[in-house]
């Protein structure tokens, strides 16, 4: 990485300034110049490096720099917050839980200065054990310059799952400083915590050159301008303090705290503003880390904490000497207000006792000082009065309030008497009043139920006109927009509202430069089916933009539920926007970004909930059948997550199951901006169930690296339970599922299908859901994940379903579905404590119906070495059972798969029976069933109509390989293949498949994997491939390996072109032991693109490949085949010469008494075939490319 190419001075490197022209001064700097992938400057998202950051950690608790593992599913982040995947960077800590607290530091290299609208922003993860308890993990931004270090942010006391975003704001800083961040984890805790994506927003000091400045501007020494009401009031806005000069400001009449209250007078009594600095004030959460005047934690300020010691209204109070009236005087001051919802501060002024409110801030404004100003223009002599509330964990906090000029002192007027401070009100800290007197729970508030007689608890809860005033909502603006309630004045108003009034963005005080906010008081908790309705307007260029999100303040996390940008045009509208159901109160944030001195503007208006409150079911809710061609019937959307489910008809998916043409329902994992870990699908609370039912439904599990899908239960007063699970690629092809929904007793119930990103490429869909009566008929896929899928087991010390991860039973290490010890299966014990020698244990399955003349049930098997016993498979025919398979032993300790062809003339079942054997220990396990219709083909043989016939790809995460698909010949953009099959030859027939672009750092191979077959001495695999790779990336490669316990070699391979139709490859197949054929795709650089399919694999166990008798050959259109017997003759005597030339050549320079013929590694004159020790690579001719 290039750092300071063009030499420049060490004060211009890392001031977040590109002096250079390629910007390499501002590399390393803990930001790059830029991200990439984000498109924002000076940023670090940690995919090319650690950006400079340093673990500087005292202890085993330390930072370092790494990626997600799915692997480790469920301990850490599952993706990282840049790029949304398992192939992302970020930086994580990384430690055994200690018995005592520890910290790990994580410093930047040296920034020059900042802007004093300087704004970082970052994401990070907490995970890991220890996260429920009293004690949370902490983690906090600091800065240090000068000679200390001051907090700029920490962490809220109670995380959430997921990425959240921190934002701070460090201030105007006039010399070199460092950020370090650090978590402190409380003893016994195993929490990790991942940081990603830190990015610095307007933190350079750019030479503007000379502007020309408006009426309402003043020009600063370094050329550029700045409104006159910005001069002289606390901030460095120049950047060279010109605007701070004390020449310049010498008659404005500045208290910063530091030597007393100045002239202004702290009225007594509880609560009461309090002078204080953070030094003396401990690391509560809401509590500043710094004063305004010096950002430092020796500086002094006043504050007020929290009311609740002395009854929820009352309010600290400080007032101003008495002025002469003016219309020329202005305030200036620094609030700090965090940690609290519904915490305020005041600024009023006093005539004759009486109040008039100026300015009122209400909320949680962030760990940061906002500037605020508000005029007085007054026509007799008055104080000016600032009150502050601090509600629950809040804390109220003021510096530097500035009096301008126009504010003088009134010596000849005697003092005006503040009105008489409200005494504590009738209701006691957690509680509010009603206007018809009383008091109810502050949590009954704005709950979407009216709890007071006359409904006023509900009155100002951001349902509103805004004709009477905000209706509850409150500005949180920290930058220089703010939303505030505006009337009607131009045509182009009355569009959005008729007449009257709205909300709108203005102009606002704050020195940041940020989107201005607005949030309602906390509302909910919320139902099912909530949404908030508005009408909205916009007219913005592209970077403008107005937004909803939702916002916890339990866990910090806040959920963007609805965005629009500007458009350079004037756009509105009236939207819904779902909240869902939210268990815990929530506050709705309305943000808006627009250039207001570009005659741009936003505004909201006619703001409503519907359908908000918790027991609000609408109609249709108990309609669980739904084939979703008109709507969701009775089920919805959870909102928690920004990883959901898309009600259409296919983007290049694929279509829906119900009519190929109509709406489906899917989650994509790899949806922009998707970073959620769960989209689930939820039922509206349904009615208890006396009696079982059956819930039957299409899904599609497409892609070469998808994740799961889950259906649950949850009970009312239980743990969820999952109920039918399946992970990993199933095709681009519908599957039906049914699952047996159990008698709920009294209990209310819901039914969830969820899908995780466990997986990143692919797609998960869900169509025709149905719920009938009774029952569902025997599962005819079972993986065991969810539950014995009504298997029967018989007698004591039998078959148990377990997996190995926490199973009590000796079984396989993994389980045969997803192929880790997490995995179940079906397991009995045959050791002679459990099952005496001659002694059975059965296993028996509901009845299957027939639904073909033939039907072949698969499945998966695994027999301990040693005496393990044996295993016998039974059908049972009315009545009758008979023996169709037996196995006794087995090579190592893989799962194997047996097959039996069912031919049915009416139910049948399965019984699985295993016989002990006197051993020591032993056991049997099963995995995986599967009937289908038509007869079982031959091992390892398949032309893929039906399924894959055991072929598979291998799940392990660890081996970074990708799955091959299975779908027909119809086009799919996202699933690139041939339009036809070989089997049938028509877009209906299906094949296998893999789309090679997504090979690279993620994996580069992708395989299929037969069953284990038994040894063989002469046999004969035979198949049809087509590749379309384009010429100039023929990198790729198709190989056919053999692998077994002794290795694995390369029988056949084929380097990547475009092949005209289907291709024939013929391979004689010989292994002293069992064995697996493996095909596979691997490159070795990228970007690479292009597709490869596999059909009609015909193994044969009879006679090898000369006796076989159909040879795959090379399909040719018969236009081509004369042109090409001439080519192909042509190519021989040009082969015969150079082989004779190059014989001839060889002899002279070797003699022809050289001892033995040593092999040669690259043997000369054959164009088209070369022989390498156990591996033939055939080189397609020019003729077999486009």
Partial sequence: MVVNSCGSAAKQLCNFICDCSDCSDENQCGYLRGSAVLGTPFTCDFEEG????????????????????????????????????????????????????ATAWLRSPLMREAAAMCEIRAWYHLSGSGLNQTKQPVLRLAMAYRDETVGLWQSPEHGGEGWHQLVAYPGRITEQFQLIFSLTQPPMHGAELALDDIIFRNCGLQDPGQQVCGAEENRCSRGSCLAQHRFCDGTDDCGDGSDEDATRCKS???????????????????????????????????????????????????????????????MARLSSPTFQATNSCSLVLYCHLHGSAS??????????????????????????????????????????????????????????????????????????????????????????????????????????????????????????????????????????????VQRATEPADTVLTGAGAFLALQAGEGQMVAAAKARTPLLGPSGPACAMEMSYRIHSGPRGF??????????????????????????????????????????????????????????????????????????????????????????????????????????????????????????????????????????????????????????????????????????????????????????????????TLPATGRRQYRVVFEALRDGFLGDVALDDLALTAGPCRAELSCSFEADACGLVASGQRTWLRQSNGTGTTAGPPADHTIGTAAGHYMVVSTGRGSLPAGRAAALTSQPYQPSAPAQCLAFWYQLSTGTPGSLGVFVEQSGVRRKVMGVSAMEGDAWHRGHITVRPDGDWQVIFEAMGDGGDHGYIALDDLHVSDGACPEPA???????????????????????WGWKSGVPLAKYPGPSEDHTLGTRNGHYVHFDISVLGPGGTSARLESQHLPAAADSCLQFWYHMDIPEHLSCGELRVMLRSAAGQRTVWSMAGHRSRGWQGGMVPVRSPSEFQIVFEITTQRWPIEGTVALDDIVYSTRGGCHSSPEVPVEEKSSGSFVAEVVLGLLLAAIVLALVATGGWYWLKRRGLASGTQAESSAPQGFDNITFRDDKVTIVPKEGDED
């Fill in 50 to 101: 650690d950006c400079g950051w340093q673990d500087v950690s005292t202890s085993a608790y330390r930072w370092v720099r790494g990626q997600a593992s799915l692997a480790a599913w469920g301990t850490g982040p599952h993706s990282d917050h840049t790029v949304g995947t398992d192939l992302g960077w970020f930086m994580v800590t990384v430690s055994p839980p200690a018995k005592t607290t």
């Fill in 252 to 314: 404005f009449n500045p208290c910063s705290f530091e030597q007393g209250l100045c002239s202004w007078k702290v009225e007594v009594g509880q609560p009461a503003w309090e002078r204080n600095m953070s030094l003396n004030m401990g690391t509560v959460y809401s509590i500043p880390t710094r004063d305004h005047s010096n950002n430092s934690r020796a500086g002094f300020f006043l504050h007020v904490g929290s009311a609740s010691a002395t009854g929820a209204s009352s």
């Fill in 343 to 484: 915490s305020s501060l005041r600024i009023s002024y006093v005539i004759n006792s009486t109040k008039h409110l100026v300015r009122e801030r209400t909320g949680d404004l962030g760990n940061c000082w906002v500037r605020e100003r508000v005029d007085f223009n007054v026509t007799a002599s008055f104080k000016v009065l600032i009150e502050g509330v601090a509600s629950g964990a809040g804390t109220v906090a003021i510096d530097d309030l500035i009096l301008s000029p126009g504010c003088m002192q009134d010596q000849e007027k005697p003092s005006t008497t503040l009105p008489s401070k409200a005494g504590a009100g009738p209701c006691a800290a957690e509680e509010v009043a009603c206007d018809s007197k009383g008091c109810i729970g502050a949590e009954l508030a704005c709950d979407f139920a009216e709890t007071c007689a006359d409904g006023s608890d509900e009155k100002r809860c951001g349902a509103t006109t805004f004709e009477a005033g905000a209706g509850g909502w409150h500005d949180v603006s920290v930058g220089r927009l703010r939303w505030g």
């Fill in 546 to 739: 107005l937004a909803v999100s939702i916002m916890d303040h339990t866990t910090g996390t806040t959920h963007l539920a609805w965005h629009t940008p500007g458009h350079g045009s004037t756009a509105g509208g009236h939207v819904r926007i779902p909240l869902g159901e939210r268990t815990r109160r929530f506050q709705v944030e309305l943000l808006g970004l627009v250039d207001l001195q570009d005659s741009a503007s936003a505004a909201v208006d006619n703001v409503t909930f519907v359908q908000c409150h918790p027991n609000m079911v609408p109609p249709g809710a108990a309609e669980l059948s739904c084939n979703f061609e008109r709507s969701m019937c009775g089920w919805y959307q959870d909102q928690s997550s920004d990883f959901k489910w898309v009600h259409g008809t296919g983007q290049g998916q694929g279509s829906d199951h119900t009519t190929g043409s109509g709406y489906f329902l899917a989650a994509d994992p790899s949806a922009p901006w998707s970073r959620g870990q769960r989209a689930q699908l939820v039922t509206y609370r349904q009615e208890p169930a006396a009696t079982q039912r059956c819930l039957s439904f299409w899904y599609r599990l497409a892609g070469p690296q998808i994740g799961t899908l889950n259906l649950k239960l949850r009970l009312e007063g239980a743990e969820e339970t999952v109920l039918w699970t399946r992970r990993g690629t199933q095709g681009s092809v519908w599957h039906r599922g049914w699952v």
């Fill in 941 to 963: 043989s398949c032309d893929f109509e039906r399924d894959t016939c055991g072929w598979s790809s291998p799940l392990d995460p660890r081996l970074h390989g990708f799955a």
